[in-house]
C-alpha cells in the first residue's frame, strides 16, 4: 500500500529564507507526483505537477524535483513572502490499477513572518 | 473561468441524520473526485467519476456513503444516518484530461459537523 509522508510537519521561518519541503513515497510505480497548496477554508490550489518521466518543473519562485527510484521529491522555495504561509501537501498518482486517484502526504505546515 | 463550486460550505447535523453534499465541476470537466479530510486521517480519496464510466467507489468507508453524477456534470455525495467519526471537510476536484496525466483542480470544500 502506497505511503506518502512529509517532513517537516511545520515550519516557521522569517521572510527571504530559501526552503526545502520533502516528500517520499514508498512505491515508486507512480504515474506523477503533485504539489498542492491548502490555505483555510479555500480547498487546495494545484502549484506543480511532474510527470513520473521528468525530473523537476520550476514555476516562478517554486521548483520542485522528482527522483521516483528513491522514491523522493523536493519542493523549493526562493525568497519566502508571508504570502507563502499555508499548508503544503504532495500526492501521488499511482499506475498500477488504472485510476485516477490521489495518495496525499501528511502535509508541511508553512509559517513565514516578516 | 468559474472554479469549482461546492455546497453548502458549511453543515451541521445530527447523529443519524442522511446529508447531501453538492459539487459543480469546471465545465467541460469530464473527471470528478471526492476526498475528504479529516483530523486523524489526512485527505483520502473516495470516489472518482469519469465520463459514462461506471464509478471507482474503492474509497468510500461504508455502505452509508454514495454519490451519483447526473447528466456528467454536478455531483452530490450522500452520507446516511451520519455518524460523528464521519465529521470532516470533503472536497471535490475535477480534470479536464482523463487517464493518469491530469491537473485536479479542487474545490473549497464543506465542512460537515455531527453532533
Known amino acids: 500500500k502506497q505511503e506518502v509522508t512529509q517532513i517537516p510537519a511545520a515550519l516557521s521561518v522569517p521572510e527571504g529564507e530559501n526552503l526545502v519541503l520533502n516528500c517520499s513515497f514508498t512505491d515508486s510505480a507512480i504515474y506523477n507526483l503533485q504539489w498542492f497548496r491548502q490555505d483555510p477554508g479555500k480547498g487546495l490550489t494545484s502549484l506543480l505537477l511532474i510527470q513520473s518521466s521528468q525530473r523537476e518543473q520550476t514555476s516562478g519562485r517554486l521548483n520542485a524535483s522528482l527522483d521516483k527510484s528513491s522514491g523522493r521529491s523536493t519542493l523549493y522555495i526562493a525568497a519566502s513572502q508571508p504570502g507563502d504561509s499555508a499548508t503544503y501537501l504532495c500526492?501521488?498518482?499511482?499506475?498500477?490499477?488504472?485510476?485516477?486517484?490521489?495518495?496525499f502526504g501528511t502535509g508541511t505546515r508553512l509559517q513565514v513572518f516578516p | 473561468g468559474a472554479g469549482v463550486s461546492q455546497s453548502p460550505s458549511n453543515k451541521v447535523t445530527e447523529k443519524g441524520k442522511d446529508v447531501e453534499l453538492r459539487c459543480d465541476p469546471i465545465?467541460?470537466?469530464?473527471?470528478l473526485y471526492w476526498y475528504r479530510q479529516s483530523l486523524g486521517q489526512g485527505l483520502e480519496f473516495l470516489i472518482y467519476?469519469?465520463?459514462?464510466?461506471?464509478?471507482?467507489k474503492s474509497g468510500l468507508p461504508s455502505d452509508r456513503f454514495s454519490a451519483e453524477r447526473t447528466g456528467g456534470s454536478v455531483s452530490t455525495l450522500t452520507i446516511q444516518r451520519t455518524q460523528q467519526e464521519d465529521s470532516a471537510v470533503y472536497l471535490c476536484?475535477?480534470?479536464?484530461?482523463?487517464?493518469?496525466?491530469?491537473?485536479?483542480?479542487f474545490g473549497p470544500g464543506t465542512r460537515l459537523t455531527v453532533l
Open positions: 500526492a501521488v498518482m499511482e499506475s498500477i490499477y488504472n485510476t485516477d486517484k490521489l495518495i
Open positions: 467519476f469519469q465520463g459514462n464510466s461506471a464509478p471507482d
Open positions: 476536484a475535477s480534470s479536464s484530461v482523463p487517464g493518469l496525466a491530469g491537473t485536479q483542480y
Open positions: 465545465s467541460g470537466h469530464t473527471a
